[in-house]
T-cell receptor
Framework: AQSVTQPDIHITVSEGASLELRCNYSYGATPYLFWYVQSPGQGLQLLLKYFSGDTLVQGIKGFEAEFKRSQSSFNLRKPSVHWSDAAEYFCAVGRARGGSYIPTFGRGTSLIVHP | GAVVSQHPSRVICKSGTSVKIECRSLDFQATTMFWYRQFPKQSLMLMAT?????????EQGVEKDKFLINHASLTLSTLTVTSAHPEDSSFYIC???????????FGPGTRLTVT
């Protein structure tokens, strides 16, 4: 069965500092990997995804993530955090079903940004 | 584009009553809709998948007689929590996708409190 571990419940960074959110997954085959952001009152928004190919994936809002098969990791990074990045971040691994994917989500990491 | 709405955003109901939550795709036709449940500080758990005009497919452990899902049109799916109990209190999130597109678009969620 697939699973996702986000070891950090909370991460606090200063505005302008770099960010890395950790994600480890367990999946038997080549995984579909995703990062989502959840802001209060808004739906989950897809930041980026990895299906295959280049292991460094660029996403929206200046985020990137690197797929490392040997470490079963898909960490999210941003070189300079903005106050508006404060939100809940979810890593997910997807299994294909009926033309779409069924994501298994991690428990999320809450990002706090200090001015 | 690709906006999904949910109504209501918050609902409080008494134990034993039923409550209906609506999920609408505002600017696209959703051939498939998904319903998730999110517990505080935990990840989203997929409850069921519904295709327009078909019966929903429920995940293991989800009571289909308690959580009634109807996907009557390409823009509307409803989740009815029947005979609600306090343990049904949770955050319910829907998502929708277009046929031929793997991506799911998420609604903002509905907070259900059963007293």
């Amino acid at each position: 069965a697939q699973s996702v571990t986000q070891p950090d419940i909370h991460i606090t960074v200063s505005e302008g500092a770099s960010l890395e959110l950790r994600c480890n997954y367990s999946y038997g085959a080549t995984p579909y990997l995703f990062w989502y952001v959840q802001s209060p009152g808004q739906g989950l928004q897809l930041l980026l995804k990895y299906f295959s190919g280049d292991t460094l994936v660029q996403g929206i809002k200046g985020f990137e993530a690197e797929f490392k098969r040997s470490q079963s990791s898909f960490n999210l990074r941003k070189p300079s955090v903005h106050w508006s990045d404060a939100a809940e971040y979810f890593c997910a691994v997807g299994r294909a079903r009926g033309g779409s994917y069924i994501p298994t989500f991690g428990r999320g990491t809450s990002l706090i940004v200090h001015p | 584009g690709a906006v999904v709405s949910q109504h209501p955003s918050r609902v409080i109901c008494k134990s034993g009553t039923s409550v209906k939550i609506e999920c609408r795709s505002l600017d696209f036709q959703a051939t498939t809709m998904f319903w998730y449940r999110q517990f505080p500080k935990q990840s989203l758990m997929l409850m069921a998948t519904s295709n327009e005009g078909s019966k929903a497919t429920y995940e293991q452990g989800v009571e289909k007689d308690k959580f009634l899902i109807n996907h009557a049109s390409l823009t509307l799916s409803t989740l009815t929590v029947t005979s609600a109990h306090p343990e049904d209190s949770s955050f319910y999130i829907c998502s929708a996708r277009v046929k031929g597109n793997y991506e799911q678009y998420f609604g903002p969620g509905t907070r259900l409190t059963v007293t």
